[in-house]
């Protein structure tokens, strides 16, 4: 018996018509485990795996001398025993701008609904899954660990247990400090981010000093959309970009999406406590200051009196991936059959 990686093309009727001119079919890898061909019967359960931002389900693919790709991690851990057999998906929900950070939004498209929607069901129908909340789990790093902790708050309709590795969180600290980074890329192009983005895409090699403003945009694309303005620019920035000063309205917008400002909403404790896994975890000098937050969390949820394991680790955000080796397999315990 051997596992097998297949590409399974989903019509995506969801995105048609995108406000980006994305295309709606999206091609999404799963893995199956090796005994999925031993028989027509047995159903498995299904953890949804979340790439981060300007990355996509085909990236958790990408060969790295040294590094095995995240397939041959599981194909690892299932033949040593160390986790249950468990269908794996991982979704395409990249976007021009370069992701969609999980949510609905009128500047990018609407890919919660998308994924919850249309995706799931469609994964259900054409693979046997366990097709009932109790055997699913979603889980992913940086905005992907952003986008399984959010689904797992609004979503308990849907899944059991979540994976968050060092998702975006606390926003006054992961986001804020860059806003005078964007704004003087920003002062490059005379305040104007439509011109920044479609020099951007024009380039073969984009300028890695440019990113911080193309992040900067495409949370602004998910969190405070204007769908009055044109794409590229269809969105509010929460800064004035000349003297760089915080814009109240939006930047208040911006925060209804924090993981945790939504943790003080019953529905969301709720959601939470319900959960059969919650695992976070954080390098202990990430660069987006993001194990603040998740220590600001794990200590709230336990003020709340929410289960979850949260772990620290000595490293910083890039290059984590190898954690799965430790969330992947207690996610796939907490919902095996």
């Known amino acids: 018996m051997r596992p097998e990686l297949v590409f399974e093309a989903?019509?995506?009727?969801?995105?048609?018509?995108?406000?980006?001119?994305?295309p709606a079919e999206r091609h999404v890898p799963v893995y199956l485990p090796p005994s999925y061909h031993a028989s027509n019967t047995k159903r498995f359960p299904v953890i949804w795996l979340l790439a981060g931002f300007a990355s996509t389900g085909m990236s958790f693919l990408n060969f790295g001398f040294g590094r095995p790709t995240v397939p041959e991690m599981l194909d690892s851990l299932i033949r040593r025993g160390e986790m249950p057999e468990t269908i794996i998906v991982m979704p395409d929900c990249m976007t021009r701008y370069g992701g969609s950070q999980y949510v609905d939004s009128a500047a990018t498209g609407q890919y919660e609904s998308y994924l919850t929607g249309e995706l799931i069901p469609h994964i259900d129908r054409q693979f046997r899954t366990l097709p009932s909340a109790r055997h699913r789990a979603v889980a992913g790093k940086s905005s992907g660990g952003f986008g399984a902790l959010r689904l797992g708050m609004r979503h308990p309709e849907l899944f059991s247990a979540v994976g968050c590795h060092s998702g975006d969180m606390d926003?006054?600290?992961c986001y804020r400090p860059n806003f005078p980074v964007a704004a003087r890329i920003l002062e490059k192009y005379k305040g104007d981010i439509a011109a920044f983005f479609t020099r951007w895409e024009s380039l073969d090699k984009k300028p890695r000093s440019e990113f911080a403003l193309l992040d900067m945009m495409a949370m602004a694309a998910c969190y405070s959309p204007d769908p009055s303005k044109p794409a590229p620019g269809n969105m509010r920035l929460p800064f004035e970009p000349r003297a760089c000063q915080l814009v109240p309205e939006v930047w208040e917008h911006w925060k209804r999406f924090d993981p945790l400002t939504m943790l003080e909403a019953s529905t969301c404790q709720d959601a939470l406590g319900?959960?059969?896994?919650?695992?976070?975890?954080?390098?202990?000098q990430d660069e987006y200051n993001l194990q603040f937050g998740h220590r600001r969390f794990s200590a709230r949820a336990a003020e709340l009196g929410i289960a979850h394991r949260y772990e620290e680790f000595p490293d910083t955000h890039a290059d984590t991936s190898y954690r799965y080796r430790i969330s992947l397999p207690l996610l796939a315990q907490a919902i095996a059959g």
């Open 10 to 22: 989903v019509p995506g009727l969801t995105l048609q018509g995108n406000p980006l001119g994305d």
């Open 171 to 173: 926003f006054e600290l």
């Open 274 to 284: 319900s959960l059969r896994q919650l695992f976070l975890d954080c390098g202990s």
